[in-house]
């Protein structure tokens, strides 16, 4: 089976009654999930074509994994947008996506006029009501195929545009059909889903679930704010699985929560989206000694992960804990400058991926795609690979290490930003002349400096219309002039020495 919804279906049919997702204020089981995905679906079939995106402008919640579901059975992949994006930004997707249909709510129809957009929307709830066309949805599905694409997700982009990637179903069900069984996850389990659905990380929790029948516990966006509450709700809920971004993880540790509670049903704990500081994972540790701790790495266009790593012992602060090796259908390897494969030890060289479950490249940018998706070695004509853009290395101990990124690519609370589209957004505001953002690494914080008259409140106020609130810089700081390198580039070199000063 390669297409998602065999599997949706093969859980309805294994355990109809058994809880599929709960959001905390609304439960289904996979008889009502299926039921109102394919009522959904039926919905969509009057507004779009198959293969066409469909954009869905809603928080998470049961009913919009539904919408999820009903957008594939409908033909169609869907792209999931985070409600809280700037209107500047969200034009911009839509402007790449060019969706026939955005699914939205009552809450936040307004966004999409905010964002300029007048073409066709509807309403979760009135498409809810909409009656099965069985024959049509069977038409459909006649003409699926593994190969068709199953969603799309935007990230940030070097020029200041967000690229969209898009996965299909068989990349999913391959790389899902290898994660569930090296960690052993069964119907049995219940999945705390900390991740938004625009992110790929949830890519995890959802198709984990619908493949194996595990149940699916979304945790709402605000408990993160309060530990207590949120360490209340993992246990009420009686989760075993985190599949987390370590950002998540590190909140809950570093503001004490696990000295109120510990979820003592939680069996393993999986983490990625950046390094894990090992005094943050020793808390987890010494709260659940019986768990297993598993570091995940592999960018979004890859489907999810490439490399996973058994965490078997504590980690001293200082020491750097290993990707891991390759998922069983992935070939992992290093290229240098020259696109040699690297081997020698401790020697630096670009994460490469080629194997099963690629994504299909960037929509709508093929020569974005062309650039990052390479085929490098010559007496393998066929092999196509990505492009990481991240730097690792082989250890004396012959574990593959991550070691930074070889543009000005980071990762930060779990997003993966291109620090040149938040330069893009600042070069933009009246009275600011030129910007250039680094992010400093000791304190996990991005920190721009500008030239220009612009006061400093100005400049942050403008940055949270035109970026997420991930991207607003922590510290800007305004400078009297904006060194060059001899290329006639911002000398970046110049600005992480200042970083020194400011700190």
Not at 22 to 43: A, I, M, P, Q, T
Not at 234 to 256: D, G, P, Q, R, Y
Not at 264 to 277: L, N, T, Y
Not at 356 to 381: A, C, I, K, Q, W
Request: net charge neutral.
């Amino acid at each position: 089976m390669e297409h998602i919804l065999d599997y949706l279906e093969r859980a309805e049919k294994k355990y109809p009654h058994r809880l599929a997702v709960d959001d905390g204020n609304v439960c289904f089981n996979w008889s009502e999930l299926l039921k109102l995905s394919r009522r959904l679906g039926s919905s969509i079939l009057n507004f779009t074509e198959m293969g066409k995106p469909v954009a869905i402008l809603a928080e998470k919640s049961a009913v919009t994994l539904a919408a999820m579901f009903g957008t594939v059975y409908a033909g169609c992949f869907y792209v999931m947008i985070d409600p809280s994006q700037p209107a500047v930004r969200l034009n911009e997707i839509l402007r790449i996506l060019e969706p026939e249909l955005i699914i939205t709510d009552n809450k936040n129809e307004e966004r999409l006029e905010e964002a300029g957009y007048c073409k066709r929307s509807c309403l979760l709830g009135d498409m809810m009501q909409a009656a099965v066309d069985a024959g049509r949805l069977k038409e459909i599905r006649e003409k699926s195929r593994g190969s068709d694409l199953l969603y799309g997700i935007f990230t940030s982009g070097s020029t200041g545009t967000p690229k969209g990637i898009v996965v299909s179903h068989k990349a999913v069900v391959d790389f899902i059909s290898h994660f569930t069984e090296t960690f052993g996850i069964t119907e049995e389990d219940r999945i705390g889903n900390q991740a938004p659905f625009d992110f790929d990380v949830s890519v995890k929790d959802i198709y984990t679930s619908v493949m194996t029948g595990a149940s699916l516990v979304l945790i709402p966006k605000k408990m993160f704010c309060t530990p207590p509450v949120l360490l209340d709700y993992l246990c009420e809920k009686k989760v075993t699985t985190l599949i987390w971004a370590v950002s998540a993880l590190t909140l809950v540790s570093a503001l004490k929560g696990l000295r109120y509670r510990v979820p003592g049903d939680v069996k393993r704990v999986m983490f990625s989206g950046e390094i894990m500081p090992a005094k943050q994972l020793r808390l987890w540790q010494e709260a659940l000694p019986q768990a297993e701790f598993i570091n995940l790495y592999g960018p979004t266009e890859i489907t999810c992960n490439c490399t996973y790593y058994p965490v078997k012992r504590i980690y001293e602060d200082g020491e750097r804990l290993p990707i891991g090796r390759p998922f069983p259908g992935r070939r992992v390897f290093l290229l240098d400058e020259g696109g040699k494969e690297v081997t020698i030890p401790e020697e630096p060289g670009e994460i490469c991926v080629a194997g099963e479950s690629l994504s299909e490249g960037y929509y709508n940018n093929p020569r974005e795609t062309e650039e990052r998706f390479v085929y490098p070695f010559p007496d393998e004509p066929k092999v196509r690979c990505y492009r990481t853009g991240d730097l690792g290395y082989y250890g004396r101990d012959g574990e593959l290490y991550f070691c930074g990124r070889k543009d000005f690519q980071v990762k930060h609370m779990g997003h993966r930003i291109e620090l040149e589209e938040i330069e893009h957004s600042m070069n933009q505001i009246q009275g600011l002349e030129k910007s250039c953002c680094l992010m400093d690494y000791r304190k996990n914080q991005l920190v721009a400096f500008y030239l220009g008259e612009a006061a400093t409140g100005l400049v942050r106020t403008e940055m949270k219309k035109r970026v997420p609130v991930y991207m607003v810089p922590h510290k800007i700081i305004p400078i009297s002039q904006m060194p060059l390198t001899k290329n006639g580039k911002t000398d970046r070199d110049y600005f992480r020495s200042k970083l020194e000063e400011v700190m």
